[in-house]
């Protein structure tokens, strides 16, 4: 009975020992779990820090490239404008060649109406 006895005390501390190794285990698994999570809550933060960079990075993509056909578009314009004042400018110098034309014919014609008057005149 004694070897009973002593067996079953043995046996006893063999499950005492095996409870506190698996409530140990459990224990870390929990504490392995908690840390998964809350790395798993901070990637998807990351994952949503990312993503929401990303959009914003869309936008201001199509932002800028609103901003460069815009930017395109006035070049467009100005170059017309240059030529359109490059035509202009001939435009003018040739105006002011007749102009300065019709002020020395009109001289001429004041000359010769002059002169006629001052013939009539004798």
Request: net charge negative.
């Amino acid at each position: 009975m004694e070897i009973l006895s002593r067996s079953l005390s043995e046996k006893e501390k063999d499950l005492v020992e095996l409870s506190t190794a698996l409530k140990d285990k459990d224990q870390s698994l929990r504490a392995a779990e908690k840390e998964f999570e809350l790395n798993k809550t901070l990637l998807q933060k990351e994952k949503d820090d990312i993503e929401q960079a990303n959009k914003d990075l869309q936008e201001s993509l199509a932002s800028l490239e609103n901003e460069k056909r815009q930017v395109d578009n006035a070049k467009e314009r100005l170059e017309v404008i240059q030529s359109e004042t490059g035509d202009l400018s001939i435009f003018e110098v040739k105006l002011k060649e007749e102009i300065d034309l019709v002020r020395s014919q009109n001289l001429e014609l004041l000359a010769e109406a002059d002169k006629l008057k001052a013939e009539k005149a004798k």
